[in-house]
């Protein structure tokens, strides 16, 4: 379940900026009128700036090419890489809101996707929470693009010195640091209630900083957080996420992150973090634990690919069975010392699981779905609840 997002130190980007009768096609307007005036020092080297239809623009407002890297072109720099020429798709999203939903932009990059494009910008009056950062960076680096938020914030900072001011807004403070927010979403991680954090550094300063962040905390929580180093440019970005798990509840409940950078020292206790109890009890039952047993060990002594079909009435365990036996093959691979033969897991959705896993040099499937028909090769466990073997070659999917 996604939670709210927290901001450390002056809210800078969840201002109501009233348009008026700007809002929408006249917002896109007049960033597409005051980029053109920007990138005149460009014009003679062959630089190009052109509008799409205002109707079915497959994701963007603004394409820019350049066959030079651009400087200061929306308070941010743009270069040419491993291109002749740089590509820049740029979306404009007007809102009365102080968020822009995550559905309103993410599936622009499908439509994008063997475009070369080299940079897409999203360039809003408001802001996005740090999930929404996180998800569609991650998606556009698999696709060779970099993303860049162009927020509320930057915004009023790149129109004020080019004049341009459109719209009502309290004009804030001018502010050089690093600008902190994160997320604290809730999940269930192998039985147990736990967190995803998106926490999200914003680069106001004119400078380069090293950012240095530890998650002090006690043997109450287990987390992946490695200590981390990441050196942020000037107006860029950097976002990631860690899982927090809750193990024991005697210890020290708060969750404080460390920040440091060449410009400050800070510890964030994390909030939106609830001490939330595991009340699942452990699973009984002679007959469930020899499906477990007798599907760990097909697995283990397999000699090609399996799909195992798992079917019984509602209520008399599926899901508690693949629960436990995800957790056992999640602790093999990690005696194995062969995590990266995980390849990954299909969520959970009503009666229907997915666990895949790689087992050197086969895979296998375990699958729990109601009133699913497949050829049937092998009946393996007990009567309550089947699971059987299924021939690699048939394309249950």
Not at 7 to 26: A, E, Q, S, T, Y
Not at 190 to 207: C, D, I, P, Q
Request: proline residues 2%.
């Amino acid at each position: 379940m996604l939670g709210r997002s927290y901001i450390i130190g002056p809210r800078l980007n969840n201002n109501k900026w009233d348009l008026g009768n700007l809002l929408g096609v006249g917002f896109e307007n007049h960033i597409y009128n005051v980029l053109s005036m920007n990138l005149e020092k460009y014009y003679n080297t062959g630089t190009k700036i052109y509008q799409t239809p205002k109707s079915k623009d497959n994701g963007k407002d603004i394409i820019i090419e350049s066959p030079v890297s651009l400087m200061d072109v929306l308070g941010t720099n743009f270069y040419i890489r491993n291109n002749s020429k740089i590509k820049i798709y740029i979306e404009c999203k007007s809102s009365n809101h102080s968020k822009i939903s995550y559905n309103s932009f993410a599936g622009n990059l499908s439509r994008i996707s063997a475009d070369n494009v080299s940079y897409y910008v999203l360039v809003t009056n408001s802001t996005i929470v740090p999930y929404s950062y996180y998800q569609f960076k991650k998606e556009a680096e698999k696709l060779g693009i970099q993303f860049i938020l162009i927020d509320q914030f930057l915004l009023l900072q790149y129109l004020l010195r080019n004049n341009a001011m459109i719209g009502e807004l309290t004009l804030k403070e001018n502010f050089n640091k690093i600008y902190i927010e994160y997320q604290a979403n809730s999940c269930v991680i192998e039985s147990n209630n736990a967190y995803e954090v998106f926490f999200w550094l914003r680069n106001y300063s004119e400078v380069s900083q090293m950012i240095s962040m530890k998650l002090n905390t006690d043997r109450n929580w287990s987390t992946d957080l490695s200590d981390v180093e990441q050196l942020i440019e000037a107006k860029d970005s950097y976002c990631f996420k860690f899982i927090v798990v809750k193990e024991y509840f005697d210890g020290i409940n708060d969750l404080i992150l460390n920040v440091k950078s060449n410009l400050f020292d800070t510890s964030i206790q994390l909030k939106g973090i609830n001490v939330l109890y595991n009340f699942r009890p452990e699973m009984i039952g002679k007959k469930n634990k020899k499906i477990v047993k007798k599907l760990n060990d097909n697995i283990i002594n397999a000699h090609a690919s399996n799909i195992f079909l798992m079917t019984g009435e509602a209520g008399v365990g599926k899901t508690r069975i693949v629960e436990i036996f995800k957790s056992a093959i999640f602790r093999l691979i990690h005696l194995l010392q062969c995590p990266h033969h995980l390849i990954g897991i299909i969520g959970f959705h009503y009666e229907v699981c997915s666990c895949v896993f790689q087992h050197r040099p086969w895979t296998c499937y375990v699958v729990e779905r109601d009133d699913f028909s497949i050829y049937l090769v092998s009946k393996i466990c007990v009567p309550h609840i089947s699971v059987f073997f299924v021939r690699s070659c048939i394309n249950a999917f």
